[in-house]
Nanobody
């Protein structure tokens, strides 16, 4: 089992930037595909960005060009750099991982249903 802890959330003005981190412990992080998801009040959890075990990335259209996901397997950490933030980006952001036992190293998770373990989330608030 792997434990995930997100950090880096906070309050930022529209147009600003934040970098979220997801630190993993318990297992080798390189054996997982990683996804970032978010959930705004009253809305369903949605995909934000994902990175495969091999480093392939994919983004939701709403964040494409503004967010960048990266992974540092040596540090057991995945990051999402969020630039040009908008009020509609306000949400609790979660990282989650998918084991590679049933998918290959190029698999990029895009659905919350595909994930095996979740962190508790970090709140991002973007003021207008």
């Amino acid at each position: 089992q792997v434990q995930l802890v997100e950090s880096g959330g906070g309050l930022v003005q529209a147009g600003g930037s934040l970098r979220l981190s997801c630190a993993a412990s318990g297992r080798t992080f390189s054996s997982y595909a990683v996804g970032w998801f978010r959930q705004a009040p009253g809305k369903e959890r949605e995909f934000v960005a994902g990175v495969s075990a091999s480093g392939i990335t994919h983004y939701a259209p709403s964040v494409e060009g503004r967010f960048t996901v990266s992974r540092d397997n040596a540090r057991n950490t995945v990051y999402v750099q969020m630039n040009s933030l908008k009020p509609e980006d306000t949400a609790v952001y979660y990282c989650a991982v998918r084991r590679l036992s049933t998918v290959n190293r190029d698999f990029v998770p895009t659905s919350p249903d595909a994930m095996d373990y979740w962190g508790k989330g970090t709140l991002v608030t973007v003021s207008s």
